[in-house]
């Protein structure tokens, strides 16, 4: 008798694994032997020896001011300096509410897999802390002192859209880097976090990640006209010459302060009221915004090869949007954070019809688009076009997932997960349920200004 509840009790148990099993998503791992693309295309210069003129400036500064200017106009990047000091009862109460809506219709489950209830929504709906917003709430200013995630909801923990999913945490918003700015409108109830806004979206911080600053203090951090920018996908900081006493992480295309400078490395200005300073390498910075050209593009680009892909900024990685964002930082292009967005941002060049075949999409491109300033796109994806060669488009992307056909046909496709930042051509996907990379091309634009 006991050795068969023993029997059933562990078919049970077998049984429910399996049907957690099948609940979770399976991704199939990538091999790149052999490579996605011939080696040497995930090179710098091979892509520089093929560009008619890679270092040609695509524009100049005062062309890339004008470029900033058509963006803000067009939305998805704001002004931070010419924001009004105080934020209207109703304006504050959107954003708060546009942001707790996107995770409250898209979180279902928590990190163990747990199906999220009612309660846990209602006590996160406390937290926002709404019953304190006035008729007119002051702004405060600050930057990130350490790289800082940005929440849709005052919350530190993992929620997925899918079971076991958590790469994916639908919490998560953005990710700031050290010198950021930021415009604090808003604190929790239970005074851990901040809301506020950065140039191209807004969310909740933890205090302990923001130094305030007086807003005079805070337009000089930012504005002053000596100043380096990172442009090495991650840089360190240290407190110390020796660099020794490290202080954290930045990412490529943040501009830091200039204070002085040796053979070796550079001294920046730390954000905050206490004067601190921090030195960087000088192979991880550049006095100044670089000149745009085809050739700093390749370098930047393809310098931030195999980082792990990252949703949302989460771990201090790029998605597809967040890396195109960074690496035109560089040149002191600000492009919104979202896909959709940035490609609205640019100057549209062409968009696909879907009778089109492959074979007269890859000639339109290799005829019209710009290798390294134009953005190639369709819903839920943005890349940067790097060239043609023999009569096939490539591309720079952070990439998740590339869908390959189902084993039998009235399945879904399956999913290879690349999980990192590629160099490949637009074929990925032939053969699936929703096509290949060039099938679902919707578009493509140029980050140029309009003349």
Known sequence: MKKAKLYWLLVFTFSFALLLAEQAPLYLALSENPPLVPIEMRRPGYWISRHASPDSIMMDAKAIQAFNTQVIRKGGVSQLAEQPLSISEKGLQKSIDECFTLIRNTGKYDAQG?????????????????????????SRFGFPIRYSNQRLAPYAGIITN???????????NSGFDISEPLIIRHESTDGKWYFANGRASMGWFLKEDIALMDRESWLRYQQGKDFIV??????????DAARTDFWGLIRMGNRLPWVSE????????LPGDQGKTAFISKQDAHRGYLPFTARAVYE?????????????????EYDCSGLIKQVYQCFGIYLPRNGATQYTAGTAIYEFDAEETPQQREEILSQTAIPAATMLRFPGHIMIYLGSVDGKSYILHALWGIRIPPVEEQDKDQVIAVNRTVVSDLSLGLGSKKGSLLQRLTGFSRIMHEE
């Open 114 to 138: 747990a199906e999220i209830q009612e309660s846990f929504w209602e006590e996160l709906e406390t937290l926002l802390n709404k019953s304190a917003i006035k008729d007119r709430n002051p």
């Open 162 to 172: 899918s079971y076991l999913d958590n790469e994916f945490d639908y919490l998560q």
């Open 230 to 239: 990172t442009t090495s996908d991650k840089s360190d900081l240290y407190l």
């Open 262 to 269: 040796t053979a070796d490395y550079y001294e920046v200005l």
């Open 300 to 316: 930047l680009g393809l310098g931030a090869l195999n980082a792990p892909y990252g949703w949302g900024d989460l771990n201090a």
